[in-house]
């Protein structure tokens, strides 16, 4: 334990975050809570005197004369220069490694590529599958890879202190190792429009058997499940749910429950279209094809991200919507 871990001994969960539950993660805290304890310090000192001294030189109602004050006292002035100086250069050194680390992912880890688009995070596991969650074993460092299909992001897992921007046109990437198995909460910490704030997706730390088993039986969900209950795991994982609900409220985009094949929906351009099923898989596929009329046009294409399968389920889910 180096010095700032002995201002945190026995504190886990601090009044910032959920507990730390990655091994990285005490670094982040200890620096952390060095930085707050030595500005509560320095707070405590610098107000005390100010009270004191006012007190001490106060002029009084019936004024008394000034007295001469030293202008220059080298040995204090050498104290609270190089004293500060040691302070940060102690922060330096533990931030600079502490960055390193941070930065740096161990050979072995487990790669899972994110994408951030508006307002969803999708996971894409190294067997090809695409998530709406992130899966991860304990007690093995995972790397993310991540880039956007849009705009700035920012992916943030707070019971891990891992945080990295989201960027189009570039990869960034972070890495951490989940210590105990459970679900963590992920945050979109950069502003990016309307539902900036529901951006949200979950981690799931599990035991590596439990993980491996789970992943594959989530991999094959098209080939396994019924075609409406794996149109409803489409409809999750591929991030409908932010603007398409499913009890009739329209959203960012038409809810899917009004969606019934057949029905003419009216157009921004003053046309009309029949609801059919090339019309929904144009949707997914090219969405600025045909704007409905009341929406603005801003659904990103899900060409090329989701197999011919998954958009076949998901328009039996869409008609299922109606059948009741
Ligand atoms: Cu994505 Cu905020």
């Known amino acids: 334990m180096n010095l700032a871990g002995l201002w945190m001994a026995g504190t886990e969960a601090t009044m910032w975050l959920p507990p730390q539950k990655s091994i990285n993660g ?18 405590a000192v610098i107000t005390l005197l100010m009270i004191v001294f006012a007190m001490k030189y106060f002029r009084g109602k019936q004024g008394r004369e000034p007295e001469p004050s030293p202008s220059h006292n080298t040995a204090l002035e050498l104290v609270w220069s190089i004293g500060p100086l040691f302070l940060v250069l102690y922060i330096f050194w533990v931030g600079w490694t502490g960055y390193l680390d941070l930065r740096t992912p161990p050979g072995d880890a487990f790669e899972v590529h994110v994408t951030g688009q508006k307002w969803s995070w999708t996971f894409t596991y190294p067997n090809g599958h695409v998530d709406g969650d992130l899966l991860v074993p304990v007690g093995r460092p995972v790397r993310l890879t991540m880039g956007s299909e849009d705009v700035l992001h920012s992916f943030f897992i707070p019971a891990f202190r891992a945080k990295m921007d989201v960027v189009p046109g570039r990869y ?38 439990e993980f491996e088993q789970e992943l594959a039986t989530r991999s094959n969900y098209l080939e396994n499940d019924p075609p409406l209950v794996a149109g409803e795991k489409v409809y999750r994982i591929q991030g409908c749910t932010q603007c398409h609900s499913i009890d009739g409220t329209d959203g960012i985009g038409p809810s ?25 898989r144009e949707s997914v596929m090219d969405p600025q094809a045909k704007i409905a009329a009341g929406f603005d046009p801003v659904m990103p294409t899900y060409k090329g991200r989701v197999k011919d399968k998954a958009v076949t389920v998901l328009i039996e889910y869409i008609k299922s919507l109606n059948d009741e």
């Open 256 to 280: 899917f429950k009004n969606i019934v094949l057949g029905q003419a929906r009216p157009l921004a351009d003053g046309s009309q279209v029949v609801y059919d099923e090339n019309y929904i």
């Open 172 to 209: 960034t990437t972070m890495w951490f190792t989940a210590t105990e198995a459970g679900e963590y909460q992920v945050f979109c910490t950069e502003y990016c429009g309307t539902e900036h704030s529901s951006m949200l997706a979950k981690v799931l730390a599990m035991e590596p058997d």
């Open 26 to 43: 005490h670094k982040v805290d200890e620096l952390f809570h060095f930085i707050l304890y030595l500005n509560y310090f320095f707070l």
